[in-house]
């Protein structure tokens, strides 16, 4: 098994341009979410799903949209980035309703925003 | 919203002593708090689960703590290697399975 898998692992983009995040994960997980790493600042959720069609607001969810259309995929997109967005951002996964929920992370994807 | 306190200075300390990270919180106490390894250009990775129900949890070297009276947390590593050289991340739940709100780490260096 893969586990949670991120594409791309890194990208430059101008501001004000466009790109969608893939995260995928085949452990047949429920729960699928969105993070944002900064230094010092800790993961902070963009957003998340509990399911296979549902999306939801984490913390940080502004000038970022998600959609769950598969059960294993879960996309993040930046519609005009920003320089703000700079940072790695973390896909997770966790099974539902087992306990504990941990979550799986995917390695990361370093995006920089000029 | 959960407020998490973690030591953002690196700990550093000698191969075979105990470390002791801290996770404090404000506001509701969790149902479970769980802690996670970070390695450097890595993901996070999950050690630890503990329910607010019980005091202490053991694996292997590791083992966690949960007051909830004083809402706040330990980890220890026992007989620390420069291979646990990493950051650690606490996180709690928000009660109803949904999310966790994670602190933002302690960097641990254990030096030979």
């Known amino acids: 098994n893969a586990g949670v898998t991120q594409t791309p692992k890194f990208r430059v983009l101008k501001t004000g341009q466009s790109m969608t995040l893939l995260c995928a994960q085949d452990m047949n997980h429920e729960y699928m979410y969105w993070y944002r790493q900064d230094p010092g600042m800790g993961l902070r959720l963009i957003h998340y799903?509990?399911?296979?069609?549902?999306?939801a607001k984490g913390e940080v969810p502004d000038g970022y949209n998600v959609s769950r259309l598969k059960k294993q995929n879960f996309l993040l997109g930046l519609e005009s980035a920003a320089p703000s967005q700079t940072s790695v951002y973390f896909c997770a996964s966790a099974d539902w309703p087992g306990y504990p929920n941990e979550q799986f992370f995917g390695p990361g994807t370093r995006l920089t925003v000029l | 919203s959960q407020k998490i306190e973690q030591n953002s200075e690196a700990l550093n300390i000698q191969e075979g002593k105990t470390a002791t990270l801290t996770c404090n919180y404000t506001n509701y106490s969790p149902a479970y708090l769980q802690w996670y390894r970070q390695d450097p250009g890595r993901g996070p990775v999950f050690l630890l689960l503990?329910?607010?129900?019980?005091k202490e949890k053991r694996k292997e070297r590791l083992k966690v703590t949960f007051d909830t009276t004083l809402k706040q947390s330990l980890f220890h590593i026992t007989a620390s290697q420069p291979a646990d050289s990493a950051t650690y991340l606490c996180a709690l739940d928000d009660n109803a399975g949904n999310m966790l709100t994670f602190g933002g780490g302690t960097r641990l260096m254990v030096k030979p």
């Open positions: 503990i329910r607010e129900n019980e």
């Open positions: 799903s509990v399911g296979e069609g549902t999306t």
